[in-house]
């Protein structure tokens, strides 16, 4: 887990994802190579953030939102601003399902 947050009626989750087919085709060579050597020796990470918003009382989830996979620096806390974009995506998902509920 990456971070989470609780209302009085909600969670907020965000969780790394593993990325099985990264697409490096738009990289150049010796950029993707690059890339591959500092993951490999452990200066960089390769992955994806899902954000999940669910309700405490009935545990439904509400919204689930994905980012498209990216590396970060291992000291970057704050996943070169990818966390907020998923999070503030996955409030504003949720928001509209409870919208249509609270309409139907």
């Given at each position: 887990?990456?971070?989470?947050?609780?209302?009085?009626?909600f969670k907020v989750e965000v969780i790394k994802t593993r990325i099985a087919d990264f697409d490096l085709e738009y990289e150049e060579g010796e950029s993707v190579m690059e890339l591959?050597?500092?993951?490999?020796?452990?200066q960089r990470e390769l992955f994806g953030l899902s954000a999940y918003v669910e309700t405490l009382d009935t545990k439904l989830e509400l919204?689930?939102?994905?980012s498209a996979p990216f590396t970060r620096s291992l000291t970057d806390r704050?996943?070169?601003?990818?966390?907020?974009?998923?999070v503030y995506e996955a409030i504003d998902e949720a928001r509209d399902v409870l919208n249509e509920l609270e309409a139907a």
């Open positions: 887990m990456v971070w989470v947050r609780h209302t009085a009626r591959l050597t500092e993951v490999a020796k452990g919204a689930g939102v994905h704050f996943f070169d601003g990818v966390l907020s974009d998923v």
